[in-house]
């Protein structure tokens, strides 16, 4: 039984009307040659996008109308590849437009599934009109449209550049050793035990040497909580617990899940607590990770006395602070 739905008699179409590059040969060559220059636009757009990539420094500004000073390397790293996609779009389309076979087809309606033959019949018309759109044969566009595509897909690997360099051992690196004062901050106040009552938390950094400066840099890496328990609440190791003094732990507040600022803590409970995702760390047993994301503890610093009294971090951290990354051993 046919599948064929009943014929639509006079479906009110207009007469058929061919485009000027059909019946001009003269007219074709012109829409060939638009068409290929819609794609060199895009590879010029490419070309400026890596250029501009690599040769304009971050930092350098331009002043546009209305938008003020605008960064010059990003400005024309978009452009670039706004350009580049937007002309293989306008390429394309031109090219459907003038170029590709206009003919009108009656296709007969049916029922949704195509009967076997018809579908084999559409496989070899589309391989045909394959052929016939010049795919094979309109060789300038064809190289042009492999430059504009080549091009484009070149971007995103220039800008894999970013990944790099490796940081290597830039990530372990902190202000902390031996005998460096812990100070307050804000403040820059060396702190005695006696300074921190049971319960309290405060947050220091490593005391400055002369001439040096604090950078946001540092304090982002050297941040610490310093929090004071009866020494009987904790629960740690010999050795962890020589880390310790008096009742007083420090551990860095950079979060060993992303790196924030591990900015809670809940007296009641003896909890750490990272705001960002909600990180649990629990200070009795060396900042273990009780709940959320965090997959390793908050790193301990080992603190002491030195002779005037003050505290001081016994060593540096023994470990990378701050979100695990790959090359991490801990
Ligand atoms: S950064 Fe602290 S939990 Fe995600």
Known sequence: ??????????????????????????????????VAILFLISAGGTVLSIAS????KPGKFVFLPIMGDVDAHQLFLGLGMAIALLFIGFGAVQWARRLMPDEEVVAERHEFRSEEVDRKDFVNTVKERAGVAGLGRRTLIKRSLGLALGLSALTPLVLLRDLGPLPKKQLNK????????????????????????VGSVAQVLPALKNGE??????IGTDAVLLIRLRPEDFQLNPERLSWTHDGIIAFSKICSHMGCAVALYEQQT??????????????????????????RPLPQLAITLDEQGYLVAKQGFTEPIGPSFWERSS
């Open 1 to 34: 039984m046919s599948n064929e739905i009943s014929k639509f008699q006079d479906p009110g179409l207009p007469a058929h009307q061919h485009r000027k590059s059909d019946t001009d040969p003269k007219a074709e060559k012109r829409a060939e040659q638009q």
């Open 53 to 56: 990539y690599i040769f304009i």
């Open 174 to 197: 902190n202000s902390w050793e031996a005998g460096t004062r812990l100070v307050t901050d804000p403040g820059d106040r060396p702190l005695r035990p006696e300074d921190l009552e």
């Open 213 to 218: 400066e604090r950078t946001l840099e540092n």
């Open 270 to 295: 003896k909890h750490l607590l990272c705001p960002c995702h909600q990180s649990t760390f629990d200070v009795t047993r060396a900042a273990k990770v009780i709940f959320g994301p965090a997959a």
